[in-house]
């Protein structure tokens, strides 16, 4: 025991962290679950999402609707995103996703550095791309870690932590219904 005590902590420290980060998740775990989730299918059409931004410490900072108009032509998917917030403010964001394969998806948005790389897998899709937010009047670039995941009953639950420096700031929940 003695032994022990005499290592630095910092040694200890970077062993619990290295262990930490290799602990993740992987889309590819979800591999044979069901309902199978293929974004071009679910999202054709229209769909509408309800959703919350909430800070670092949990408190919700922004609510919102989103109303989404999918056109799929080809190998394309395009995603015509209309978002109406609480305080009234509204913002438009258009996706458009060329599918790779079964499971691999690379996506763009005007506001999006770059393209997106994105996986599916069974009943999960996964995206991590690069965000520019106006955060109290600046302009900051977010990593956004974003997962959905299809419910049995067609409902389809998104969870998305911002990040900057490695640290979540925030996080984006929101819940999809196909529309009619």
């Keep these: 025991m003695r032994h022990l005590a005499k290592r630095p902590l910092w040694a200890f420290a970077f ?11 992987s889309v590819e775990d979800y591999a044979g679950s069901e309902p199978r989730l293929d974004i071009a299918e679910y999202f ?14 949990g408190e919700v900072q922004r609510r ?10 080809g190998d394309t998917l395009t995603l015509d995103e209309r978002f109406q917030y609480a305080d009234g403010q509204t913002d438009r964001r258009v996706w458009t996703f060329e599918r790779v394969d079964e499971h ?6 005007s506001d999006v550095e770059g393209d997106v790389e994105a996986t599916q897998y069974g009943h999960v899709f996964h995206m991590n791309y690069p965000l520019e937010v106006t955060v109290d009047g600046r302009q900051l670039t977010f990593t ?13 639950i998104n969870r998305t932590d911002m ?12 819940s999809f219904d196909k529309r009619p």
């Excluded at 990040?163 to 929101?174: A, D, N, R, W």
């Design 15 to 25: 062993l619990s962290l290295a262990l930490v980060g290799c602990s993740g998740v």
């Design 44 to 57: 054709e059409g229209d769909t509408r999402a309800w959703g919350m931004v909430q800070d670092y410490s």
């Design 64 to 73: 919102f609707t989103v109303d989404i108009s999918g056109t799929v032509e």
């Design 104 to 109: 691999r998806w690379i996506g763009q948005a």
């Design 144 to 156: 956004m870690d974003d997962w959905m995941y299809l419910q049995p009953d067609g409902r389809l």
């Design 163 to 174: 990040s900057k420096f490695g640290v979540t700031l925030g996080e984006i929940t929101l």
